[in-house]
Nanobody
Framework: VQLQASGGGLVQAGGSLRLSCAVS????????MGWFRQAPGKEREFVAI??????YYAGSVTGRFTISRDNAENRLYLQMNNLKPEDTAVYYC????????????????????WGQGTQVTVSS
C-alpha cells in the first residue's frame, strides 16, 4: 500500500490549504484514515481522523479543518482554513484496514500505512 501526500506549502496566517493523499488501493478497504502532523522537536500528533464513518478532530483544529475522503478517486483530503503559525508542521496521512478502537484511534501507533509527509508553513 502506498500513500502519497501533497498540497502543502507556505501560506500567511488566515489563509487556506487543501492537503490530498492519494492511495494506491481502494480507499473503501480502509476503515480508518487520518491526518497527523509533526513539528520540529515535537512528537507526531493527531489532527483529524475518519474511523468507521465517524470523524474526530483535535481541539486545536476543530472548526477550521475538515477531513473528507473520495472513494471514487481513492483520495483522502484535509481542508485547512484560517491557518495559524502553530499549524506549521509536516503533515502525514495514515490508513488502517480495520476500524480502530475509539480509545486508540488518535494514536499514530494504531495505523499501519503512512504517506511520506508534506510540509505546511504558516507565516505570521
Amino acid at each position: 500500500v502506498q500513500l502519497q501526500a501533497s498540497g502543502g506549502g507556505l501560506v500567511q496566517a488566515g489563509g487556506s490549504l487543501r492537503l490530498s493523499c492519494a492511495v494506491s488501493e481502494r480507499t473503501f478497504s480502509f476503515n480508518a484514515m487520518g491526518w497527523f502532523r509533526q513539528a520540529p522537536g515535537k512528537e507526531r500528533e493527531f489532527v483529524a481522523i475518519w474511523n468507521a464513518g465517524t470523524k474526530y478532530y483535535a481541539g486545536s483544529v476543530t472548526g477550521r479543518f475538515t477531513i473528507s475522503r473520495d472513494n471514487a478517486e481513492n483520495r483522502l483530503y484535509l481542508q485547512m482554513n484560517n491557518l495559524k503559525p502553530e499549524d506549521t508542521a509536516v503533515y502525514y496521512c495514515a490508513a488502517n484496514r480495520n476500524r480502530i478502537a475509539s480509545g486508540s484511534a488518535r494514536s499514530a501507533r494504531a495505523y499501519s500505512y503512512w504517506g511520506q509527509g508534506t510540509q505546511v508553513t504558516v507565516s505570521s
